[in-house]
């Protein structure tokens, strides 16, 4: 990996400013591979040097993955005049590193929401050449029926001309009020509900559960969040020198 300044370095964990990292430098408090730093502006490979704070290791990431459990009344942007955000739920250092939610959910929809400060990564999960499934339960108003599930299976194209390619409707329970996992390769304004409000189901709840091979993790309580391991960031192709 390219050498740093070693007060970027320290920045980068934000666990503290650029100032305060050149103070921790000055007080003798930062070591490099056992010995004291010299200076603030000198450059090292946060991949191989080891750098400790007091003698904790500072926890290097070059970039950052959250899956977060979204909770319904939050905003999945970075920030927002009108209301709470997810990185509102955030605690200070996590705020600081710039994170954003790779792609959207609806205000009311819950559920699995990666954050991250990793841009190209991001932006390549979110392009349709990835083909990244997004699968949601849904609960509606009216019955779901083996009819919604070919239609969905066909590829509906709604009234308003919107062209959704095919998707999977599993339908978990049928009633007057119904449950169903929905499987789409594309990710449209308010897709799914749109597709059910088509088919006359409209949606009373909705929760993304999974992306791609990532579940959203069953430990985790609305507004809740973890760093992905190692091995969910190889799953999304997030793990690079
Ligand atoms: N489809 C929707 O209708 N809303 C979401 O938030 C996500 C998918």
Redesign the pocket.
């Known amino acids: 990996m390219e050498k740093q300044r070693l007060d970027r370095i320290l920045a980068s964990t934000g666990k503290w400013s650029r100032r305060e990292a050149k103070l921790l430098v000055k007080q003798g408090r930062v070591l490099i591979d056992g010995s004291p730093a010299a200076s603030a502006e000198e450059k090292w490979d946060p991949a191989s040097a080891v750098i400790t704070v007091d003698g904790e290791d500072i926890g290097y990431r070059q970039f950052t993955w959250l899956m977060m459990y979204k909770p319904g009344g939050v905003l999945s942007a970075t920030e927002d005049g009108k209301g709470r955000t997810v990185i509102d739920l955030l605690p200070p250092e996590l705020r600081r590193l710039g994170l954003f939610p790779v792609g959207r959910?609806?205000k009311d929809?819950e559920g699995l929401l990666l954050l991250t400060d990793d841009g190209k990564t991001a932006h390549d999960l979110l392009s349709p050449r990835h083909h990244v499934d997004k699968v949601?339960y849904a609960r509606t108003a009216g019955c779901l029926t083996e009819d919604d599930r070919a239609a969905f299976r066909a590829g509906m194209t709604l009234r308003d001309g919107l062209r959704c390619l095919p998707a999977e409707l599993e339908i978990l329970s049928a009633g007057e009020t119904s449950e169903a996992l929905v499987t789409l390769r594309e990710?449209k304004f308010?897709?799914?509900?749109?597709m059910l409000s088509a088919r006359g189901k409209p949606v009373t709840y909705?929760r993304?559960v999974r992306m791609g091979n990532l579940p959203l993790d069953p430990e985790l309580m609305p507004g809740e969040y973890r760093f992905l391991t190692t091995e969910e960031r190889e799953i999304l192709g997030a793990e690079r020198d």
């Open positions: 959910l609806d929809t949601y990710g308010h897709q799914v509900k749109r909705l993304r």
